[in-house]
C-alpha cells in the first residue's frame, strides 16, 4: 500500500488510506493544513499553489459535504475544477471505469478525487492513472474514508493535542462504515492508548479486537469517562437484511443523549461525520451543545483537503 501511495523519494504520491502512513505523514499533513487555516480568513480566499491545475470530482455516490469541500478546496489553491455527473455520464451509458479515465486523462488533468461504491476502486485508479497524474479517496465502499478520518484527528488535536492522553470513543454502525476504519487506524497510529467501538453486536465486524480496539454493546459502559465521542451515522444504504429492530429503538440504546453524555470526561468533545440523523444516533441538545464540534469538523475539512491536494502535487512541504 504505501508504494502506491509514496513514490520512490517517499514523497506522497496519491492519498488513499491512513493505513500504512508513518505518524510523521499524518503530523506533516495537519501541520500544513495549520498553514491553510487563515486562507478562509482572508478577503481573497485563494492562494495561487495549483494555478493551472485540473482536478476532477469523480463521484460515482451522492455526496454534499466531501464533494463541496473538495471542490472548495481545489479552488482555494487556484486549480480548475471539474465536476462529472456519473450518473448522467458515459459510465451510465455502459462506457468502462478505465475508459473513462482514459478519456479524461486525454484533457490533461491532473488530479482524480474519487469516491465510489465499490472498496478498493480509487486503489484501482491509481494504479492505472498516467504518472503524472495523482488520486485521492474520498471514500470507497467500506474501506476507507482518509480525509474524513485527517480532519477528525486535526479537530481533536486543535482541543487536546496530547494523543497519548486520550480515550476515544467510536459509536454506531462500526459494520460499514469506511469512517470508522480510518479513524481507528488515523489514531492508533498517533498514538491514542485505548480506542473504543461502542455499537449493537450486529453492527459490529468479527473479530473487531484485531484492529487494536475494544468494543462494548452498552452506550453508557463504552462512553464512560472518555475525551472524545466519535459519533457514526447508521449506514442504511449498505445494510441488507436487520441489523436493528428499528430507528427508534437503536435511539432507545445507542443515542446519545445529554444525560448519556455526562459519563464521559467534562470536557469531552463530540464529533460526527454527517449528514446527522438527530433523533436517531444523537440528540439535537448534544448536536447542538457546548461539547459539539461538529460545525468545526467541517471548517477543518476544507483546510485538510488544502493540505492532502497540495502534497500530492508537490507543491507544500
Known amino acids: 500500500m504505501s508504494d502506491l501511495q509514496l513514490d520512490s523519494q517517499g514523497r506522497l504520491r496519491h492519498f488513499l488510506t491512513v493505513e500504512g502512513l508513518s505518524r510523521e505523514w499524518l503530523l506533516k499533513i495537519m ?38 469541500t473538495f471542490e472548495l478546496a481545489a479552488k482555494r489553491l ?12 458515459a459510465t451510465a451509458k455502459g462506457e468502462s471505469l478505465l475508459d473513462t479515465i482514459r478519456n479524461l486523462e486525454a484533457m490533461s488533468v491532473d488530479m482524480f478525487v474519487v469516491r465510489h461504491p465499490d472498496s478498493g476502486a480509487a486503489h484501482f485508479i491509481a494504479r492505472h492513472v498516467a504518472p503524472e ?25 486543535r482541543h487536546k493535542p496530547d494523543f497519548a492522553s486520550l480515550k476515544v470513543a467510536i459509536v454506531g454502525d462500526i459494520l460499514h462504515s469506511r469512517v470508522a476504519r480510518s479513524q481507528i487506524h488515523a489514531l ?32 453508557e459502559a463504552g462512553i464512560e469517562g472518555v475525551d472524545v465521542i466519535l459519533m457514526l451515522r447508521l449506514q442504511k444504504e449498505r445494510m441488507q437484511g436487520a441489523f436493528i429492530p428499528s430507528e427508534h429503538e437503536y435511539y432507545r440504546s445507542f443515542g446519545l443523549t445529554s444525560a448519556r453524555l455526562a459519563r464521559a470526561k467534562p470536557d469531552c468533545l463530540v464529533m460526527h461525520p454527517g449528514p446527522i440523523n438527530r ?39
Do not use: W
Not at 47 to 67: A, D, W, Y
Not at 137 to 152: E, K, S
Not at 196 to 210: F, G, I, M, Q, Y
Open 31 to 68: 501541520d500544513t493544513a495549520e498553514s491553510f487555516g487563515s486562507v478562509t480568513y482572508q478577503k481573497v480566499k485563494k492562494v495561487p499553489l495549483l494555478r493551472g491545475k485540473t482536478v476532477v470530482n469523480l463521484f460515482f455516490e451522492t455526496s454534499t459535504r466531501t464533494r463541496t
Open 78 to 89: 487556484s486549480a480548475d475544477v471539474l465536476n462529472l455527473n456519473v450518473q448522467v455520464s
Open 133 to 157: 497524474v495523482c488520486v485521492i479517496n474520498a471514500g470507497d465502499g467500506r474501506h476507507a474514508h482518509p480525509t474524513q478520518a485527517l480532519l477528525d484527528v486535526f479537530t481533536i488535536r
Open 188 to 219: 492508533k497510529t498517533l498514538g491514542v492508548p485505548e480506542i473504543r467501538v461502542v455499537a449493537p453486536r450486529t453492527l459490529l465486524p468479527k473479530a473487531v479486537e484485531s484492529l487494536g480496539v475494544v468494543p462494548y454493546c452498552e452506550l
Open 279 to 317: 433523533g436517531v444516533e444523537i440528540a439535537s441538545e448534544v448536536a447542538d451543545g457546548v461539547h459539539s464540534v461538529i460545525l468545526e469538523q467541517v471548517s477543518h475539512g476544507i483546510a485538510v483537503r488544502m493540505a492532502v491536494m497540495a502534497l500530492v502535487m508537490g507543491r507544500a512541504g
